[in-house]
């Protein structure tokens, strides 16, 4: 027998006690939605998972209203340690629901399932578990004494890692004593209403956080609200920047975080095995559908054959397949949308007169799967050295000196992420020093704390999330939030509504 | 020399670029790419995460008997014990004939003889593979005696009838960096395994990586082992803490690859000293054929040095065929 078709090792969706039928949570409850439900699929068998409720204009209206109650009757209110105790319940609850999660996750996205319970599900717990403890420091968070919060928060998240940016942005906003409307991505939602349920487990004072599912124009219609103080968006940066242009002369506050082309640069002295490993990891976790993905390989020319050789090699071992099994390292792409995209800029980088090279597996016939690909000949003037493909494919150009590679790897309106690849540790701090980008990884890629503030430069967005910085996004000197209150009429009408 | 050492001189100097001095050799092992902890250890981590189930299982159980130098390495030895420990490597599971039998048994120099009488019909001889022999030598496991007693060591084990010889590198040569010295051991003990009919035994060069201390110095010592004419780089004498670990391992295999790479010759590794359970020895088994592929799952390209491991892996295989976990009493001590 050949050892290395390892037998399957499923993850049993037997733990999943699903609903057929999911509704908007609002103000603690789950409630049927008034615009049409519609289904979420497996994208690695297309099956549908559940029929998921399309929030409309009344249900956002509803939703906002409930955490604005919330926020003005009972969370503005609570002491510090006690939204502390909240979020730590809800922590420990994400740990003991963790397989769970995984598989939900896995399911719902179609990212492998070792991914889901080694990254995705235990960042998340550790996002809570971090946010909780600064519930009661906030006097520590940069902003002076007693910040403020700044009321009901409005987060549209993307479909990369659902549970995990629900987390990046209900932490912080919770932990700083706002309330949230969050809306997942259409094709995901079904790990935020998993989170709906944790949070009736743990309690939390209804209406602190409402979910709501829909398409664009619910996300649309949510960060447009009036009644929102604060608008957190993941996602591309064409909706960044209609969010952007949305909320000007607004007192709203924003938080974008988008797209990226991260620049991994493998000097010639580099720890080349250790590298290796990094690219794979840069481009190829979660089917490269990651907005800080080091889609870029910018090698030095002495070593480029060889790096490309080791790479093709290694991209052999790699198996697509099934997300529920474990031996499993490259799911599912997440939409039929998303594959098209990949495939279309795969085919423009052909044309273009880039080599490509795809690793040779074995393609399931239902489901939306695209196979590890590498660019080789890239220039800087190609669109797949220049567009984020968001998928599987991996541009390699090369460089000659440090300082072409830093002119290189800054040549890009993006700048959310780089890598360094070099033994020698002078270099690494003179590099990273110059490039232009909100993350810098150095012998390593993809390795997320809570503690460290994430975010990008240029078009990838701004304000920080993670660390204090993404604390203070969410909270607002004292002095100011009392000028806001008592100058803008928006707010005393609100509280005659209240009354 | 024989017409190999010829061909292992050659390709020594030419990738050197001159003799095998110790400036030569630190210009060359120093120019090799460095290792990063961090990530390396990222690595082994992940491999050990792969889910070895049903048929899969089966086939890594087997193969991990059928890789095994069962090993006894202690000052109480006596002809006896050695006896036992040969017919647990024959007949490992007595219940069950299907079994198969191990690798080698590893044994003091002093025990060859008794070994290689134990083992009787079920020894390897040049026509028939059975079961090996092999050897510690070279003043294990400290390496700290004079070349000619480590030679002597080396030639008594060879004229008993040791198959396979495991020596230990001069670690302190190396940290000290005069690798020309160890480098220049190496192939004398290597020449020491030759017999009179102009065979020669197996070479398996203990790097003794716990008193290395960096992946860096594993990875230099383990091309300087190869250059040497080693024929497999084995982790461990089992005496020192930490003996083998999944990285230590996964950096050796990488050097083996590279190697290949360079020259297409097949270089063995044995991990030895600490591996104890079946889930254990699956990872390895996994780096293995990640790393290398799976045509070094073999008993001429991979070892498990080990003693408790077997019966672990025994009672591993009476649950798959029976379904059901027995205990240690049904499995025999040696």
Not at chain 1, 58 to 64: C, F, I, Q
Request: charged share 20%; glycine share 10%.
């Amino acid at each position: 027998m050949n050892f290395l078709d390892y037998a399957p090792a499923p993850e049993s969706k037997a733990i999943l006690n699903l609903r057929n039928d999911y509704g908007l949570f609002i103000d603690g409850e789950f409630v049927d939605g008034t615009g049409t439900p519609f289904a979420s699929i497996s994208p690695a068998t297309e099956q549908q998972i559940a029929m998921i409720s399309n929030a409309g204009a009344a249900d956002v209206d509803k939703a906002v209203a409930a955490a604005r109650r919330a926020y003005d009757t009972t969370w503005s209110r609570l002491s510090g340690s006690d939204r502390g105790k909240y979020l730590f319940r809800i922590a420990r609850l994400v740990q003991e629901r963790a397989r769970e999660l995984a598989v939900a996750e896995s399911l719902d996205n179609g990212k492998p399932i070792k991914e889901t319970r080694d990254v995705d599900i235990p960042l998340v717990a550790a996002w809570f578990f971090y946010y909780a403890g600064w519930a009661d420091k906030l006097e520590h968070a940069g902003l002076g004494p007693n910040p403020a919060s700044l009321g009901v928060a409005a987060q549209v998240i993307p479909w990369n890692f659902p549970l995990l940016m629900l987390a990046w942005k209900i932490a912080p906003a919770l932990a700083a004593g706002n309330t949230v409307v969050l809306k997942p991505a259409e094709t995901t939602p079904l790990t935020a209403l998993l989170f709906a349920e944790i949070c009736q487990q743990a309690d939390l004072p209804p209406g602190v956080v409402n979910i709501i599912t829909g398409a664009g124009d619910t996300g649309d219609l949510l960060v447009k609200h009036a009644d929102v103080n604060k608008v957190a968006f993941t996602g591309s940066t064409a909706v960044g920047r209609a969010i952007a242009r949305s909320v000007a002369g607004t007192d709203k506050k924003l938080t974008l975080e988008l797209g990226g082309k991260g620049a991994n640069i493998v000097f010639d002295d580099a720890p080349i095995d250790q590298a290796i490993e990094g690219i794979v990891n840069g481009v190829f976790f979660n089917q490269g559908q990651v907005c800080c993905a080091g889609s870029r390989l910018l090698v030095q020319e002495s070593v480029h054959d060889d790096v490309v050789d080791r790479l093709k090699q290694r991209l052999s071992t790699l198996r697509l397949g099934d997300p529920l099994d474990k031996n499993t390292d490259i799911g599912a792409i997440n939409s039929a949308a998303q594959l098209k995209r990949i495939s279309a800029l795969s085919d423009i980088g052909e044309q273009e007169g880039a080599e490509r090279w795809s690793a040779d597996c074995a393609i399931p016939e239902n489901g939306f799967w695209f196979a590890p690909t590498i660019f080789t000949n890239v220039s800087t003037s190609h669109r797949i050295a220049r567009d984020e493909i968001f998928g599987p494919v991996l541009s390699v150009l090369t460089f000659r000196t440090p300082a072409e590679a830093i002119a290189k790897a800054n040549n890009t309106p993006y700048g959310l992420s780089a890598g360094i690849w070099s033994d020698k540790g002078s270099r690494i701090l003179a590099v990273a020093d110059k490039l232009r980008a909100g993350v810098v990884w150095a012998n390593t890629f993809n390795r997320f704390d809570p503690a460290s503030p994430f975010g990008g430069y240029k078009e990838s967005g701004f304000g920080r999330e993670g660390g204090r910085q993404g604390l203070a996004a969410y909270l607002a000197p004292a002095s100011t939030k009392a000028d806001a209150r008592t100058d803008t009429p928006k707010i005393s009408a609100r509280k005659k509504a209240a009354q | 020399m024989t017409s190999t050492e010829l061909a292992t001189r050659e390709r020594t100097l030419s990738l050197l670029g001159g003799e095998a001095t110790d400036s030569n050799l630190r210009r060359y092992l120093h120019g090799i790419p460095g290792v990063d902890a961090v990530g390396l250890e990222q690595r082994a981590a992940a491999l050990g995460t792969r889910s070895i189930k049903t048929s899969s299982k089966k086939w890594a159980i087997d193969t991990i008997i059928g890789l095994i130098d069962l090993t006894t390495l202690e000052g109480a030895d006596t002809p006896g014990k050695v006896r036992s420990l040969v017919a647990k490597a024959i007949t490992p599971d007595p219940a069950d004939p299907s079994c198969p039998r191990v690798a080698a048994v590893c044994v003091y120099g002093d025990m060859v003889g008794d070994a290689v009488r134990a083992l009787g019909a079920a020894h390897t001889t040049p026509a028939q593979p059975g079961i090996n022999v092999a050897a510690v030598a070279t003043a294990f496991p400290s390496g700290r005696a004079s070349r000619a007693v480590k030679l002597a060591d080396t030639a008594d084990a060879i004229a008993a009838g040791a198959d396979e010889i495991d020596m230990v590198i001069d670690r302190g040569a190396f940290l000290s960096g005069r690798y020309g010295e160890v480098f220049d051991e190496i192939v004398a003990v290597k020449a020491a395994c030759a017999r009179p009919d102009g065979t020669t035994a197996h070479l398996k060069v203990i790097l003794e990586t716990g008193e290395l201390n960096t992946y860096d110095n594993v990875r230099r010592a383990s091309w300087l082992a190869i250059l040497a004419g080693g024929d497999f780089i084995k982790t461990s004498t089992g005496k020192v803490s930490p003996a083998a670990t999944l990285p230590v391992t996964l950096s050796m295999l990488e050097v083996v690859r590279d190697w290949h790479r360079l020259t297409g010759e097949k270089i063995g590794v044995k991990p030895a000293g600490g591996i104890r359970t079946s889930k254990d020895a699956i990872k390895y088994l996994v780096t293995v054929a990640e790393t290398v592929g799976e045509e070094w799952l073999v008993p001429e390209l991979f070892r498990f040095g080990a003693s408790s491991l077997l019966n672990d892996v025994l009672l591993q295989r009476q649950k798959l065929a029976t379904g059901h976990y027995s205990g240690p009493a049904y499995v025999t001590i040696d």
